[in-house]
């Protein structure tokens, strides 16, 4: 009783919306770009670049305009897959994994020019700090969890509503989905398809890039090699799980957090299971999700994936 108590206090429920929150970002760019129709598993890659974009931003010119470079080179990776997918339509799986690849290397290659003496990792940069807020943290239980997060935290909690208002709400959103649906049928109707795509893909790269900026400089405090550590594909798991709804994808995110904050809990409590296991209990989480989906038949929007050839 004394080991479970020690498990599962109050702050492992706080540690699962720290933990959750680049997963959830990760998973509300999905959200955006596979409701247009275009299919990006290039989530983890765009939040690598943006998790090294931010940690250079911070180091030189402090962590505000870091996170706002982490944003802007995750929307630039959005670009690119856009163009390939939209525009060039190349198979949006390939184009994606070249952007995994080249996020994988790029910072390998300018870590050794940028810091000279250092490989793959960056020196400690200035972080965003945790915030209190006097209101909720001094309501009980609630207060602990919530009321002493990092901004990007409640950042990510704000866009979960709104996206969701955005895409089933807003003429816009409607537009969104209806080209990831029927793309014929909306450009018959003047919705231009390929803006749309763009929008949204660019958008998930946006979002990319703050879960990989939150990743560098507020839940660690520098940039290191592979950090993402398959966030942005838990993310993607995450989004399948909610059934390509920012609220259902929430809620899926909020499981692999507490999945993940979990074994650090066990581990600290001493719990005699080896940590190897224990570390592995999110992705094998992961796992059970979509096998269990697949057996639901989870069906996302129709067109998703399929490049639109105009007439």
């Known amino acids: 009783m004394e080991m479970l108590q020690k498990i599962f206090n109050i702050a492992i429920f706080a540690s699962t919306l ?26 983890e890659g765009m939040m690598l670049m943006g998790a090294f974009g931010a940690a250079t931003g911070s180091y030189f010119y402090g962590p505000w305009i870091g996170i706002l470079i982490g944003i802007a080179i995750g929307g630039l990776m959005g670009l690119v897959h856009a163009f ?27 870590v050794p020019i940028i810091w000279p003496g250092y490989q793959a990792i960056t020196p400690v940069v200035p972080i965003i700090k945790d915030i209190r807020l006097p209101l909720i943290a001094n309501l009980p239980v609630i207060g602990p969890i919530i009321g002493n ?46 803006k749309m795509r763009y929008i949204a893909v660019i958008s998930s790269g946006f979002l990319a890039g703050l879960g990989g900026a939150f990743l560098s400089i507020a839940y660690q405090s520098q940039f290191s090699k592979a950090m993402t550590q398959g966030r942005g594909f838990i993310g993607l798991a995450a989004m399948i799980f909610g059934r390509w709804s920012p609220i259902g994808a929430f809620i899926a995110c909020l499981l692999f957090g507490f999945a993940d ?26 796992l059970i999700a979509l096998v269990g989906l697949i057996g639901k038949r989870a069906v996302g929007p129709a067109a998703n994936g399929k490049p639109y050839e105009k007439g």
């Open 18 to 43: 720290r933990i959750a929150t680049p997963i959830l970002l990760a998973s509300l760019g999905g959200v955006m770009s596979e409701r247009s129709g275009v299919i990006n598993i290039g989530l």
């Open 84 to 110: 390939m997918s939209v525009t060039v339509k190349a198979n949006q799986i390939i184009s994606a994994t070249a952007i995994n690849i080249f996020a994988v290397g790029f910072p390998n290659i300018m």
């Open 149 to 194: 997060q990092n901004p990007i935290v409640y950042i990510a909690l704000i866009l979960v509503p709104i996206i969701n208002y955005f895409l089933f709400r807003t003429p816009l959103g409607l537009r969104i989905r209806s080209v990831g649906e029927n793309p014929k049928a909306a450009d018959t109707l003047g919705i231009n398809v390929v």
């Open 261 to 286: 904050a979990l074994q650090a809990s066990a581990q600290s409590a001493g719990v005699p299971i080896p940590p190897e296991l224990l570390l592995a209990t999110p992705y094998v989480l992961t």
